[in-house]
């Protein structure tokens, strides 16, 4: 029982803390090496021909979204790309509500809009509007986000290498109400570990929100799949090219107004996780190197921290009778109590400190992602959905 309580502390906090340190430490000699190459050959790192800009495609799948829909369109069209080189595709997946009447509103020749009378699930809408893309690259991204007038450039610009296959870009939060950026430690914490898994060729996935990849590397996904961009993304590294993150290609979103708006999503996303290890075998493959290596500590380990938690909990409770284990179990009652007082707090919407926010953030995160596994196994999974807040 000793062994199973420290193994599973070990890989929490190898998961969260000494992964990440080592991450760092071979991104830094990576980098190093890089800089060092460029200093010697003198030759330009990335190179931006604005006179030769490349036509792209953007698809968005869209299922009631009339409260944002028309500002996304607008926002789009006013980018600042070639409009004649800048194809957008939008799906409305059954919507039930205006965002069909909307977008047949606008008069923009460079906007394709197909209307799906039935909700079959947006993996359905975006392997269809797929099949519609002349251009060779694709940007994906959601009908609630908004990007920075040269975020598709920025994406772009990154595939006048060969071997590069899919771009994601940076997502800020901003608050619903101030417009103020929102980003939480936790949030940025993730967006350092994608930039320097990037660096090592490790990149998992990419934000569904805003990311870039070739046309040709795309692989149509059953209709039930949950985290599309996860493995869209990662199907482009299976091929053999390279997944890059650029946090100059920005998209903003809003922020879910408190925890309880964001329980059915993260629920949803911790589904399509398990849905994912399952169906994506051949990245638990040693011989991939640093993907390999990313994928289990970053991915795999974080997947099952709510069952380390709880086996945690539970074996340091058949431990009791020792002083230390006392002490412990102690610990791990007050670091519950203050996550669920942080997460009553701000259900009712009142303000907390930074560190019982994150507390709170991250045991609700990993309770819905308990509950994502348990209707994994517990129910049919489904690709129909349901609108969010974010």
């Known amino acids: 029982m000793v062994n199973i309580f420290w193994f599973s502390l070990a890989v929490i906090i190898y998961s969260y803390f000494i992964y990440p340190f080592i991450l760092l430490i071979f991104s830094a000699v990576k980098q190093a090496i890089s800089d060092t190459r460029y200093l010697w050959k003198k030759s330009q790192r990335r190179v931006v021909d604005k006179d030769n800009l490349p036509p792209v495609s953007i698809i968005i799948a869209a299922y009631n979204e009339e409260s944002c829909i028309k500002a996304r369109v607008e926002n789009l069209l006013s980018l600042d790309y070639p409009q004649d080189k800048l194809?957008?595709?939008?799906?409305?997946?059954?919507?039930?509500?205006?965002?069909?009447?909307?977008?047949?509103?606008?008069?923009?020749?460079?906007?394709?809009?197909?209307?799906?009378?039935?909700?079959?699930?947006?993996?359905?809408?975006?392997?269809?509007?797929?099949?519609?893309?002349?251009?060779?690259?694709?940007?994906?991204?959601?009908?609630?986000?908004?990007?920075?007038?040269?975020?598709?450039?920025?994406?772009?610009?990154?595939?006048?290498?060969?071997?590069?296959?899919?771009?994601?870009?940076?997502?800020?939060?901003?608050?619903?109400?101030?417009?103020?950026?929102?980003?939480?430690?936790?949030?940025?914490?993730?967006?350092?570990?994608?930039?320097?898994?990037?660096?090592?060729?490790?990149?998992?996935?990419?934000?569904?929100?805003?990311?870039?990849?070739?046309?040709?590397?795309?692989?149509?996904?059953?209709?039930?799949?949950?985290?599309?961009?996860?493995?869209?993304?990662?199907?482009?590294?299976?091929?053999?090219?390279?997944?890059?993150?650029?946090?100059?290609?920005?998209?903003?979103?809003?922020?879910?107004?408190?925890?309880?708006?964001?329980?059915?999503?993260?629920?949803?996303?911790?589904?399509?996780?398990?849905?994912?290890?399952?169906?994506?075998?051949?990245?638990?493959?040693?011989?991939?190197g640093w993907r390999f290596i990313a994928y289990i500590s970053h991915k795999v380990c974080r997947w099952f921290v709510p069952h380390l938690m709880l086996i945690t909990l539970i074996s340091n409770l058949l431990l009791i009778s020792n002083p230390l284990y006392q002490l412990l179990f102690i610990g791990q009652i007050l670091f519950y109590s203050v996550a669920f007082y942080g997460i009553k707090k701000q259900q009712k919407r009142q303000k907390v400190s930074s560190i019982i926010g994150i507390i709170a953030f991250f045991v609700s995160m990993n309770i819905a992602l308990m509950r994502g596994f348990i209707r994994y196994f517990s129910s049919n999974v489904q690709g129909t959905w349901e609108r969010t807040t974010r």
């Open 87 to 288: 194809t957008i595709l939008i799906g409305s997946d059954g919507s039930q509500d205006k965002t069909a009447e909307i977008l047949t509103s606008f008069d923009a020749v460079n906007l394709k809009v197909h209307i799906f009378e039935k909700n079959r699930g947006k993996m359905s809408v975006l392997n269809d509007l797929v099949e519609q893309v002349n251009s060779d690259y694709i940007v994906f991204s959601d009908a609630n986000t908004h990007f920075n007038k040269n975020t598709i450039e920025y994406l772009v610009r990154h595939f006048n290498h060969d071997n590069i296959g899919a771009v994601c870009g940076e997502l800020h939060l901003v608050d619903v109400d101030s417009g103020d950026n929102k980003d939480n430690i936790y949030w940025r914490y993730e967006q350092v570990l994608k930039f320097h898994e990037a660096r090592l060729n490790a990149l998992q996935g990419a934000n569904g929100a805003i990311y870039a990849i070739r046309k040709e590397l795309f692989i149509p996904l059953p209709a039930n799949t949950i985290v599309d961009d996860f493995q869209i993304a990662m199907n482009v590294a299976k091929q053999g090219f390279r997944l890059i993150y650029d946090p100059e290609a920005i998209a903003i979103e809003e922020i879910a107004p408190n925890l309880q708006a964001e329980e059915g999503r993260r629920v949803r996303i911790g589904l399509g996780n398990y849905q994912a290890l399952f169906t994506m075998a051949w990245a638990l493959n040693p011989l991939l």
